[in-house]
């Protein structure tokens, strides 16, 4: 018998899918027993009844693999838990290799997984048969091999979130369509359903194809989009065991299960289908789509190839049904920017069942608590841009996200569909210039000039444009279009007292002067790191990262609503952004502007309007390639005639454009921290080495100070450390294990090659009980593992090059006297 709909419940998840029920169970087992459950129809009628069931717990980042690893372990107790059956079975599974590329990626993926704690092991041809006798490995080069992956009956696991939701307490109602969710005041107030409202403290939208559409209309960008998705089950197979490792081959877009002594063979193909642009329908439930077969067949013909028995096996079932996809292929988690109360979980890329258990945990406690137990940027609604929700670029997008989840995970790689959204003033000229353009929150930026290729594992084309760059820069000058930086304008009587608040840096400076500043949580944790000019002597003008745009203006509306006299405007539109960069920078900049750039007449740190060309532009001493520079932020109409002016200034100075990559390496080399890479919000100033910016004596107290306040005496066990391999000929990205004497004690947040150091440099969290001290540095033997080599390395606190930032303030000193003593010396005995 239903339950009769209660007038209110503490917490309400909309949708009951796997998703949706993996959050009700828990809530539940965090204690919280007023929960409502809502389904439109019936559990599991959208897209949970007809997943395929892998469990697969690989991913990029490492708290991605915690959601997928919590997961297969839940998985394995659930049955024991609930009483439900679940059909959760760990077989294993090999992903095999037919190209050098994609061998590398494997290598490099097995390493990562060492780093989140997976066991990855590569295996040749010949065990990759061994394991799994259906596969014909003649041109397989080798294989990924996971023991503690497996699969799962999707149904029976929804339903066993559901029996464990229901005897803690939860509330679980089918047949209660929710038609709008209700917001007062900023507020979520509660739903409104077909049967009456129900008021609520916190309402989470895991409606999966829906969720766009009940987002949209509360004006909230949740960019999701459905897309076919094909498989076809073979009719039985003698001798087929239940425990045959799921099988997958990337390069021909297919995976593989046993089902019930059967195989089911499914497509993510380059190419594919997007499906309902104008809304999917309320009542698809438990539905399918038309069948494609000449949509499959070529990859259906890979499958066979490399599975020889689909040949003489016939087909029972050609399903075709929807799933959702997301522009970058990354989840859609957390809360809603500007309505408290409100969160999403929704658009897993087919990877749903593998992380509900992660993803409903997640959820579980970020609603419970109102912050995220970990770093979840990557996965965070909040980086989605305001016109992603534009249903013509999602359906694009969408058509193009479906093969990139088997496609070659390039360095540097973007998406090709879908592109030139967000453009700088400037894009035409750079593109005249042979810019390679990457995408970054929409916006169209130069990653190298040049080289009109794609990035690889290797040192070639692009490696070869971005290196030049990044010398140019060290040795000359060079220009960035750093155009896509956010601008927020903070004004008003409280604007000072407003940003002390957030800021750990001391921010009542003169009129015309810069602060760094990280912004904490009350964990202590990085919320954003940002650049703030004061402009007047109530205005300051807060310049952020471009993926951070959304989430530091819902940070600093969600604050200014209890600071008084404060008001914040996003002015970003209104700004373009040329930096000038290099030993040459302030000669450059003399040529086009009567301004006194001189130490003495404009210190680092400071920000003044200048003439320039035939504009203005607001002029920030400041840097983050480790040189003397200047960021030049004008008006979005004036930005191509002061960058024509600069060019043409510059020729005899050989001015060299620049682009992202080589800022990235500049910037490594320099120790500069990258928010989202390096930085995040469960990481502190004192544990990211960004103890400077805390200004302990303000007399003004700020969020996070009494987290901070403890570790300031100590060592911290887990510091960011810069990392160089003077001998390592593979490049480094990223996500690298780092070992100590043969132990693992961290991996690398981000990397790249230091041109002027001549080696690979990167920087990541290390970990020691005792602390991460310069002596225990100096005590250890260090190794990077790139694509399964171990490599040797140098540990530093400090920067490999000019870490008394020298540069920065323009004077000239030789190369050599600039790099770190120990990676000299190392260079010079490798």
Request: hydrophobic share 40%.
């Amino acid at each position: 018998m239903q339950i009769k709909l209660p007038s209110h419940a503490e917490y309400v998840i909309v949708g009951g899918g796997i998703i949706g029920l993996s959050v009700a169970y828990h809530l539940t087992r965090l204690g919280h027993r007023d929960v409502l459950l809502l389904e439109r129809d019936q559990l599991t009628c959208g897209t949970t009844w007809h997943a395929a069931g892998l469990v697969t717990q690989l991913r990029a980042s490492e708290n991605m693999a915690k959601l997928a690893q919590y997961t297969a372990g839940l998985f394995r107790e659930l049955e024991n838990v609930t009483g439900q059956q679940t059909g959760f079975r760990q077989c294993g599974s090999i992903t095999v290799a037919a190209t050098p590329a994609r061998l590398e990626e494997l290598k490099r993926g097995a390493s990562m997984g060492r780093s989140f704690g997976l066991d990855v092991e590569i295996i040749d041809a010949a065990e990759a048969r061994r394991r799994v006798p259906l596969l014909d490995v003649t041109d397989v080069l080798g294989a990924a091999w996971i023991s503690s992956d497996g699969k799962t009956n999707p149904v029976d696991t929804a339903r066993a979130f559901a029996t464990g939701a229901r005897q803690g307490g939860a509330k679980v109602l089918e047949r209660v369509p929710v038609t709008r969710i209700l917001v007062e005041k900023g507020q979520v107030a509660g739903v409104e359903t077909r049967d009456g409202i129900v008021r609520a403290e916190r309402v989470v939208i895991c409606a999966g194809m829906w969720t766009r559409t009940l987002a949209a209309d509360l004006d909230w960008t949740v960019p999701l989009h459905a897309a076919e998705h094909f498989y076809v089950v073979t009719e039985a197979i003698a001798g087929l065991s239940p425990d045959t490792p799921t099988v997958r081959d990337l390069d021909a877009c297919f995976y593989a299960k046993e089902d019930a002594g059967k195989l089911l063979v499914g497509f993510f193909e380059p190419s594919g289908k997007p499906w309902g642009m104008e809304g999917i329908p309320r009542d698809f439930s438990f539905d399918s789509l038309p069948d494609d077969f000449d949509h499959i067949e070529p990859h259906l013909a890979n499958a066979m190839r490399r599975l020889p028995s689909l040949t003489n096996v016939g087909l029972q079932l050609n399903f075709n049904g929807p799933e959702s996809f997301t522009p970058d292929n990354r989840f859609l988690l957390g809360p809603a920017p500007d309505i408290a109360g409100l969160y999403v979980a929704s658009g897993f890329n087919s990877c749903g069942i593998e992380s509900s258990g992660g993803a409903g945990k997640v959820m579980a406690e970020w609603m419970s608590t109102g912050v995220p137990a970990n770093d979840y940027w990557e996965m965070d609604v909040r980086r989605a841009m305001p016109f992603q929700r534009n249903r013509r670029y999602l359906h694009d997008r969408t058509g193009e996200a479906v093969g990139l989840l088997y496609a070659l995970h390039w360095p540097h790689k973007s998406p090709e569909t879908a592109r030139n959204v967000r453009v700088s003033p400037l894009h035409d000229r750079l593109a005249a210039a042979g810019a390679e353009f990457g995408e970054a929150a929409g916006w169209e930026r130069a990653q190298w000039f040049g080289a009109n290729t794609h990035a690889t594992f290797d040192r070639d084309g692009w490696f070869k444009a971005s290196g030049a760059e990044h010398d140019a820069t060290r040795s000359g000058v060079t220009l960035f279009d750093q155009t896509s930086f956010a601008h927020l304008l903070v004004q008003g009587n409280d604007a000072l007292s407003f940003l002390q608040r957030l800021s750990t840096n001391d921010v009542n400076v003169p009129v015309g002067r810069v602060v760094y500043t990280p912004w904490l949580n009350e964990r202590g944790g990085m919320e954003s790191d940002v650049t703030i000019a004061r402009t007047g002597d109530q205005e300051f003008l807060v310049v952020t990262a471009a993926v951070q745009r959304i989430r530091d203006l819902a940070w600093l509306r969600t604050h200014a609503k209890r600071a008084g006299h404060a008001f914040v405007t996003d002015v970003s539109s209104g700004y373009a952004c040329l930096s000038v960069m290099g030993p040459y920078s302030r000669e450059l900049l003399s040529r086009v502007s009567p301004a006194d750039f001189s130490d003495t007449a404009f210190p680092f740190a400071t920000a003044r309007e200048v003439e320039i060309g035939y504009g203005m532009a607001l002029a920030f001493r400041m840097t983050f390639v480790g040189e003397l520079g200047w960021e030049l932020h004008v008006a979005t109409d004036q930005a191509l005639g002061i960058y024509d002016a600069l060019v043409a200034a510059g020729r005899d100075l050989e001015l060299r454009l620049a682009g992202y990559v080589a800022l990235n390496t500049l910037r490594l080399e320099a120790g500069y921290r990258d928010w989202g890479a390096d930085v995040s919000d469960e990481d502190t100033p004192l544990e990211a080495g960004l103890g400077f910016t805390i200004a302990w004596d303000k007399s003004e107290d700020f969020i996070g100070r009494a987290s901070l306040e403890p570790q300031r005496t100590q060592t911290p066990r887990r510091r960011l450390v810069q990392l160089a391999t003077p001998r390592a000929r593979p490049l480094m990205f990223g996500t690298e294990p780092v070992w100590r004497n043969g132990v693992l004690v961290g991996y690398l947040r981000s990397a790249g090659f230091g041109h002027t150091l001549g080696c690979g440099i990167g920087m990541g969290y290390l970990h020691c009980e005792g602390g991460v001290s310069a002596e225990w540095l100096s005590k250890g033997a260090f190794e990077v593992e790139i694509a399964g080599g171990r490599h040797a390395a140098i540990a530093s606190l400090r920067a490999f090059y000019d870490s008394s930032r020298t540069r920065v303030k323009g004077e000239h000193r030789k190369t050599e006297e600039l790099i770190a003593p120990q990676l000299l010396s190392a260079r010079s005995h490798g």
